[in-house]
């Protein structure tokens, strides 16, 4: 594992799958090693969140329920922009030095429950259509659902050729071995 003194790490850092729980907590910790995990071992994943932006003034924008599919080979979390490294690197820090790190001290989340129901219910069921054969193409089925429009925008992921993370030159496939 690729991995300063104090525990920052880089796009493309082998890992033992063991280390996946013990260094991953939260945040941008976990969007990485999932994503190393997806396409190191070749484990599909899908990722599944809420995001509710509220400006200085209070004002709510524009919420959205967000389901990727991480498909091994596919373009990572780093070559779509989703992993902050700022945030990764924070969240590798023991926790008595997190939180001496922050400029802000943590703001609880909203409750988000029924958003999160959303989110879940679609990826439960594109895992289960994945299982049972029932998509009818081959594309990625991920997606960016507006609730308070009802819209819903299909993503597609990127992948950058000389990705350390999910390239055949990078970390694509070498398991326990590399």
Request: net charge positive; glycine share 10%; hydrophobic share 40%.
């Amino acid at each position: 594992m690729d991995s300063t003194a104090r525990g920052a790490v880089t796009p493309g850092a082998r890992m033992p799958l063991a280390a996946v729980r013990k260094q991953a907590d939260a945040g941008a910790g976990v969007l990485h090693w999932v994503s190393q995990t997806v396409h190191q071992y070749l484990i599909p994943a899908t990722r599944a969140g809420v995001k509710i932006p509220v400006a200085d003034n209070g004002k709510i924008g524009r919420i959205h329920v967000a389901v990727r599919q991480q498909i091994p080979g596919n373009g990572c979390m780093w070559c779509n922009g989703l992993i902050n490294p700022t945030e990764l690197a924070l969240d590798m820090l023991p926790d008595g030095v997190r939180k001496h790190a922050r400029y802000l001290d943590e703001i609880p989340a909203p409750s988000v429950i029924a958003l999160n129901s959303l989110a879940a219910g679609e990826a439960v069921n594109q895992f289960v259509f994945a299982v049972a054969n029932l998509h009818t193409d081959e594309d990625e089925h991920s997606l960016l659902h507006f609730p308070r429009t009802g819209q819903r925008i299909p993503q597609q992921s990127s992948r950058n050729p000389g990705c350390a993370t999910c390239s055949n030159s990078g970390l694509l496939a070498p398991g326990s071995s590399g």
